[in-house]
């Protein structure tokens, strides 16, 4: 899914200039924990959160993850803007609450990022 579906989809803003409008989107990992994305996203991976702090933006830098959407209205201060762009990311910012912007986007064809494999 190319990010301006994605802004279609879930009424988001664009906080940010796009890096790459032709990056295809695969897989969507939505979460508040950094410690999770780090063991579960990849590269072709839309990290959704609502934390809006800079470990967001170096968790996405180390995970080579070129867009993040923040939902439930959280709209990052502009220090985090600025270490965003100087990384090279997309940041994208919506009103709906998490659940909502997961299943809009599921609805639509995003998968959830499932790398981890169940034992029971």
Known sequence: MKIKEIIEIVN????TEFCNEEK????AFASDL??????????????????????????AEIMDI??????????PNSDIIDLAVENSL????????MFET????YKNGMKGNRKWQTTY
């Open 12 to 15: 988001a803003k664009v906080l």
């Open 24 to 27: 295809e989107f695969e897989y």
């Open 34 to 59: 950094m410690s999770d994305v780090l063991a579960y996203a990849n590269d072709e991976t839309l990290l959704i959160t609502g934390l809006s702090n800079p470990q967001v933006i170096r968790t």
């Open 66 to 75: 070129s867009a993040v959407l923040f939902v439930r209205g959280k709209v």
């Open 90 to 97: 997309t940041i994208l910012a919506t009103d709906n609450i």
């Open 102 to 105: 997961c299943g809009l986007l």
